[in-house]
Each structure stands twice: as structure tokens, then as C-alpha cells.
């Protein structure tokens, strides 16, 4: 079993340490020239990547930096990598390139690479050979060390290459800069132990750990404390929270604790396992009343061979049986999906069991992709479907979900939700918000109304958006 221990108070005092040593040294460098060390962060991925991303931000503004606007300002840059899916890993190779010429016109710029690509062998290598104009390169399991290794890198000039192959301790207490001021992502586990046989996760993110729900708790009573009004919770799989933990806790359990916290208005999860949905969590989720009204549960496929081959241990029918479980105890949910359209074998009777479940499922919103080959997983070695039958196979999927979405979105139309007020629109008349069940509204407002929870009638909308007016 796994213990999930905390990184130790002395460790943490060290990094403290080093973060004080690069301030020293940034500070230097703004007596010298007159101006601040800027950084920029670019995340590929996952909300866990954003999350880490956030931490990461944290501790380069305790070293001294400064936020730039744009990558080019920037005197620290940082790719925060991903490595689900190809395209992904080709476009952090292809900016590579480009800051290989940004390193000519600033000779103080710095080059670091970290997250799910660098945990790679391949990877690494290519990275030693072809650019080796990367100054820094950690992996998932040590950002907290981001100020040693700038520190190193200083002293010695060289680069630095520091991954590890498994998870070390969980650390607390990392500062963080969050991207909004009222909502906010708070880890409950790391790694996932599912190997789903096209997924590269579990092998870049390592096996399944969880945070003492003590330290959840605390962490979101502060985020309350600080304004924040919605917290998302996130995990790999949230359904195994809690197992190997010394304490005995079920994610249910938690949600319910967390329910509990004032101040807290909404709270989100994300990603759960079908297969491991249990009863006592769609009780927890009707039952308590800040637990918002949605929950994200990626299908993968329709078809049960399908399935059976990417390892998702249930069938489609299992998966439907779910659906109708949790729509029966909280008729109002909205159910969201993710789908892999060109998944090895997948034929067009395939493609419309997938058809099939969507329009049974009937899917409030889905993330959709081309299944993309990932060395060392089981799925790289199946026979793979050509690039042009995967393409046919995700446009028959595309128009069969997007009518489903778009006459849910219509059934809200004359409606008033409750709107949490979340960002400016690009255009900048317009506030971009959610309702409970996620759902995406845009509407006329100004900024004072951010982190307000509004009324909104919804007037019209589109399939990805829904356009409302407050009344
Ligand atoms: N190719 C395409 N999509 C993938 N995902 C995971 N691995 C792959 C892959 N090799 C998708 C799954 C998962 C989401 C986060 O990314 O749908 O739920
Ligand atoms: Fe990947 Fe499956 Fe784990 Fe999700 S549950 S991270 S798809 S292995």
C-alpha cells in the first residue's frame, strides 16, 4: 500500500532557502540594469498542468520575478508540457525553435521545460540533442524544487536535468498565484492507476496518492478566507480518493466535509471513473446543496469490444445503466464526456455504438479527440485505423453530438439560473459566466460584477455558449 507522506517541514525550509538565494540574485540584477527579471508560463493539458502552473507562478514571484504579457518580454520562460496526445509534444518543439532565436536577442532569457512530457526517456533525449539551448528541465513529481534548480543552474552555468522516475512525498504549503480571484483548483490526489491501454498518464504521473482530507479541508477554509467562492476538486480518477490513506475516507465523504466550509458557494470535481461511481457519491452529490449539478464522465467509446480493449472495465450498457442512475436521483444534472474517435480496431459499426450512446447519454457538452498513438502504451502496439478513417469516423461523431448539445442548450432559453460572473469577454462589454451545470454564458455587465452570483435569464444560444441577459 502505498503511504502518502508529507514532504518534510526541513525539506520545505531548504527550498524556502533557495528561493531567497534567487531573489538575492534577481534583485542584484535589478540594481545593475534598472528593470525586474520577467517570467512567462505556457501550460499545455490538463487542468492538473494549469494547477501546477498556478504553484509554479507562485514561487517565481516570491524569487523576484515578474509577470510578463507576452512570452517575448520574458527573461524566464517556462512550458509546462503535456504528452496525452502528439500534437501537443510538436508544438512545444516547435516554439522551442523559435526561442532558440529569442536567446540571441536577449542573452539573460532562460529556457525551463517541465510536466508530463519531460518524464519521457525519449524525450529527454531528444531535448539533450537537438535543443540544447534548455536551460532547466524538471518533471511532475518536483516542481517544488523549481528555485534549487534555478539556483544551480546560476552557479554553474550548465543545464540542469532533474526527473525523477517515481513520486516522492506529497508537498504542502507550495505558494500560488491563482489564475481567478474567486474560483479555484485544490488537488485531493495525484497519479492514476487505471492504465487505460491508450493512455499515457499513469506512466508520466505515477500511481495513485491522496492528500489527508485535514490538509483539503484547511487549504479550502483558506481559499474561502480569501474570497474564493467556487472550489474545483481534482484527481485523475476522484472516485479512488482515499484509498491508502491511513485515515478512512471515501471521496463521497469528503465532498460532503467540504460542503460544510462557509464562504465556499460552489464545488466541482473532476475526473471520475465510470466504472467506480459508487452510490453513495450521486447520493453525496444530490445531497449536498454546493456540490454543482455536473459531473464529467468520460465514455471513451460506444462499442464494447472497443472498450474491452482500451481497459475502461466497463460496457456500454453498464455505462448507460449510469447515466440513467444518476439522471433518476438528480434529474436536472448535466453529464458531460470525454470521447477517443479512432481508437485501434474502431470500424464504422464502432462508431455508431459511440453514436449510439450519445444520443441515449444525451450529452450536455464533450471533449473530443483523434486517438494519437503514445510509445510504451498498450494501444501503441494494437493495429492502428489509418489517419483518413479516423478523421471520417470524428466528424460522423461531431455531427452527432453537436444537435444534442445545442437543443439542450435551447431547452434553457426563457430560463433564470443563477450565474457565478467569472472573466471579462474578449469583447470587453460582455462578462463570460457559468451556471451550476457548467454551462458557459456570456452576457452584458462590466467588471464590478466579477464573483458576484447573478441572475440570468438566458436568451439565446449556440452550441458551445449560451447568451443571457441579468435581470
Ligand atoms: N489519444 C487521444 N486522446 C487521449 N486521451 C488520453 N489519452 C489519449 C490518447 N492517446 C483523452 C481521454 C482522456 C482525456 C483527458 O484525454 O479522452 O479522458
Ligand atoms: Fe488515463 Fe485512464 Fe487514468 Fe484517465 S483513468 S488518466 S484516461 S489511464
Redesign the pocket.
Known sequence: MVRNEKMSSAELERQRGFMNKVREINEEFYNKKGRRKKMHITTF??QMNAHDSEKLHGMLIKMGYEPAEDEKDADFVIYNTCC???NAENKVYGNLGYLKHQKKRNPYLKIALCGCMMQQETVLQTIKEKYRHVDIVFGTFNIYKLAELIYINHETNAPVFDIWKEHGEIVEDLPSVRHFKYKASVNIMFGCNNF?S????PYVRGRERSRCSEDILDEIKALAKDGVKEVMLLGQNVNSYGKGLDENITFAQLLRKVNEIEGIERIRFM?SHPKDLSDELIYAIRDCKKVCNHIHL?V?AGNNEILMNMNRKYTKEQYLALVDKIRAEIPDIAVTT???V??PGEDDACVDDTIDVINKARFNGA????????TG?P?ASMEQVSEQDAKRNFNRVLDALNPVILQLNKEKVGKVYKVLAEDVSSDAEFITGRLEDNSLVHFRGDESMLGEMLDIKITDCKTFYLIGERI
Do not use: L, N
Open positions: 493539458g490538463c496525452v496526445r502528439e487505460c491508450y493512455c499515457i498518464v475526473t468520460p471513451q470525454d470521447i477517443i479512432g481508437f471533449f473530443t479527440f483523434i486517438y494519437s498513438k503514445r502504451t494501444a
